[in-house]
């Protein structure tokens, strides 16, 4: 099965960036539509990026404009991109794909916490 490793979280001031990588151990493209999702203390996860293999993305009202999910597939790679960072997307951040069908394991997330 395909594995999940996500890298790039830390610590930024509000309004900050940071980039987000996941590296798959085998074919992002076989995988189809994928998606970044975060997990906040006491909350459930929740989608806040999705691309399709065609490249096709959506964001939520909450990070519109502010996040940027992007492939490679030469590498294997999905990144966030995450401009405008406010203190609410303090999370544990985590890319798996965005079908049930086709989901795999859970990696073990990046903590991105946002504070001065």
């Known amino acids: 099965q395909v594995q999940l490793v996500e890298s790039g979280g830390g610590l930024v001031r509000p309004g900050g960036s940071l980039r987000l990588s996941c590296a798959a151990s085998g074919s992002i493209f076989r995988l189809g539509a994928m998606g970044w999702y975060r997990q906040a203390p006491g909350e459930q996860r929740e989608l806040v990026a999705r691309i399709t293999t065609g490249g096709s993305t959506y964001y939520p009202d909450s990070v519109k404009g502010r996040f940027t999910i992007s492939t490679d597939t030469a590498k294997n790679t999905v990144y966030l991109q995450m401009n405008s960072l406010k203190p609410e997307d303090t999370a544990v951040y985590y890319c798996?794909?965005?079908?049930?069908?086709?989901?795999?394991?859970w990696g073990q997330g990046n903590q991105v916490t946002v504070s001065s």
């Open positions: 798996n794909t965005f079908l049930l069908t086709t989901r795999v394991a």
